[in-house]
Nanobody
Framework: QVQLVESGGGLVQAGGSLRLSCAAS????????MGWFRQAPGKEREFVTA????????YYADSVKGRFTISRDNAKKTVYLQMNSLKPEDTAVYYC??????????????????WGQGTQVTVSS
C-alpha cells in the first residue's frame, strides 16, 4: 500500500512560482511511476506530468512544458513539482498520484492506483 501526502500549495500572483511536494510511504518507491494531475472547478482531472525512475522518462502536458518541472528524491520518497511562470489558468487542485511502473508511462488518471488528498493552487491575475 502506498500513501501520498501533498504540500506546498497556496496563492501566488501570475508570473510567480510554487513548489509542490508529495511524500510517499510504502516500499519500493523507485519502482513506481509518480505523476501530477490537476482539476479546476467544473473541469475534468487532467494530466500535468509523470516520471519513471527506472528509465528516467518524463512526460509533460503541452500546457506546462517549459514552465513546470517534476523531480524526485528516492531517498526521501518524495516527488516535487516546481511551477514557474504561473498563469491564472493553472489554478486548480493539484494531486499527486502513483502506479507501479509497468508498460508505458500513463497520462490517464484512471490507471493510477494511489492518490494524495490534493493541494490547492490559486494564481491571481
Amino acid at each position: 500500500q502506498v500513501q501520498l501526502v501533498e504540500s506546498g500549495g497556496g496563492l501566488v500572483q501570475a508570473g510567480g512560482s510554487l513548489r509542490l511536494s508529495c511524500a510517499a510511504s510504502g516500499r519500493s518507491f523507485s519502482n513506481y511511476d509518480m505523476g501530477w494531475f490537476r482539476q479546476a472547478p467544473g473541469k475534468e482531472r487532467e494530466f500535468v506530468t509523470a516520471h519513471r525512475w527506472t528509465t528516467s522518462s518524463t512526460y509533460y502536458a503541452d500546457s506546462v512544458k517549459g514552465r513546470f518541472t517534476i523531480s524526485r528524491d528516492n531517498a526521501k520518497k518524495t516527488v516535487y513539482l516546481q511551477m514557474n511562470s504561473l498563469k491564472p489558468e493553472d489554478t486548480a487542485v493539484y494531486y499527486c498520484a502513483s502506479r507501479f511502473s509497468l508498460g508505458v508511462i500513463s497520462t490517464t488518471s484512471s490507471l493510477y492506483n494511489y492518490w494524495g488528498q490534493g493541494t490547492q493552487v490559486t494564481v491571481s491575475s
